[in-house]
């Protein structure tokens, strides 16, 4: 109430203000009486008749035309003032006064009622933008509440997560521990915490990250986080087919084209070359597709033999004629040559975007030495060569060196 008296009482006196400045005019009316418009007119015309005498005394204008002219002055004169006086006599200052009042006080309202009453106007001022200071200051602020209320679990919990995503992972830590049986039945909370602890431990999920993670996939399979997590746990111990299986099934639950569903790709790619997978792992997205895909043999010429070294990452990359962006991808650790090959819909960069859905497309082969899929100076690399999709002999050729 006081907020809205504050507003009222200032807007109240501004108007009353508007209204004097306005109605001045009619409040205060003129004293002297009006002047009609034939004395007007008779004032101009005898200034004019008197600048006429003046120009023939000077000898400006001569006889004959100053007669004419002072004729039709006289003639002009007349007509202008044979007509009924018509003295100006204003309107009812009463009800001129009443109507401008009435109509500012409902385009007043108008405005109010249209841009919001003054206590969201208020709320709205007072919106200040949230600084990092702030959200710092509000957060350790939230905790020396907690310490005062230890046995407030969820608030534990809600603490953590501030502190996670702040960025303070060793307090989140000791949040999410004070937090206790809180976080047991809550799959996010389980997987959050082992984010927390793994990051902690430099990426080592070894002991409570991944007892949590594998407690967070128990109560939901299909949580992204937990899945994410335990896929990285699975990479990082080597264990490759396990990374892709479960980077998969992460994928399905991710929209297509989108930076988290490149990057998932590009993960479950890395983990495919890495673990010599690229060709054998399948994908039910494989199956039905009609037997479009492409396969062959790829060659390394006599004098680019000798640069290929132990690691190298042999990429076979599927284009659709005229584009850069790949549509298939397979990345193996190059061996012996003649090597074989297959591109199929597994291997797809962009699920929605299979290679069966292409009638041609632009093969070619590139050995790179980082497995990156930005060319490098250096990379050995075939021609490109499109192919109908269903090409099973294709005969590629390593011969040139990336320059």
């Known amino acids: 109430m006081n907020l809205v008296t504050s507003f009222l009482i200032p807007a109240f006196l501004l108007l009353v203000l508007v209204l004097v400045l306005l109605l001045r005019p009619f409040i205060f009316p003129a004293k002297s009486k009006a002047t009609s418009r034939r004395q007007m007119n008779a004032t101009i015309y005898r200034e004019e008749l008197d600048k006429l005498e003046a120009e023939h005394q000077s000898g400006v204008i001569n006889s004959v035309d100053y007669e004419i002219a002072h004729a039709e002055m006289r003639q002009r004169l007349f007509q202008d003032t044979i007509e009924e006086d018509d003295r100006e006599v204003p309107g009812s ?154 980077w998969e099934k992460l994928a399905k639950q991710i929209p297509p084209d989108t930076d988290e569903a490149r990057a998932i790709q590009g993960s479950i790619a890395e983990a495919r070359s890495k673990g010599g997978l690229a060709a054998t792992i399948a994908s039910p997205v494989q199956v039905g597709n009609g037997g479009k895909e492409i396969s062959g043999k790829i060659e390394i010429s006599a004098d680019l033999k000798s640069k290929m070294k132990p690691g190298d990452i042999v990429m076979v990359i599927a284009r659709k004629p005229g584009e850069r962006m790949p549509v298939a991808v397979l990345k193996v650790p190059a061996t012996d040559f003649p090597m074989s090959f297959t591109l199929n819909d597994a291997l797809a960069m962009n699920p929605s975007a299979p290679l069966s859905q292409l009638t041609e497309a632009s093969i070619e082969v590139r050995v790179s030495k980082t497995g990156m899929a930005k060319p490098e100076a250096g990379d050995l690399i075939s021609n490109a060569k499109i192919v109908k999709v269903g090409t099973k002999d294709l005969q590629l050729q390593i011969d040139q060196v990336r320059q």
């Open 93 to 246: 200052t009463k009800k001129t006064a009443v109507g401008l009042c009435i109509f500012i006080i409902l385009i007043s309202s108008a405005l109010y009622f249209s841009l919001g009453d003054v206590v969201r106007i208020a709320q709205r001022n007072s919106e200040q933008p949230v600084t990092q200071e702030g959200v710092e200051k509000m957060v350790d602020e939230f905790a020396v509440k907690m310490e005062k209320d230890p046995t407030n679990l969820k608030g534990w919990a809600m603490l953590a997560r501030s502190y996670r995503i702040l960025g303070r992972n060793e307090d989140a830590a000791n949040a999410y521990a004070r937090a206790g049986n809180f976080i047991d039945s809550d799959p996010q909370l389980l997987a959050d915490y082992a984010d927390v602890l793994a990051t902690n431990a430099n990426g080592n999920f070894s002991g409570k990250p991944l007892q949590l993670i594998n407690q967070a996939l128990k109560l939901d399979p299909n949580n992204l986080m937990a899945l994410w997590l335990s896929g990285t746990a699975s990479y990082n111990a080597s264990n490759y087919k396990a990374a892709v299986q479960t």
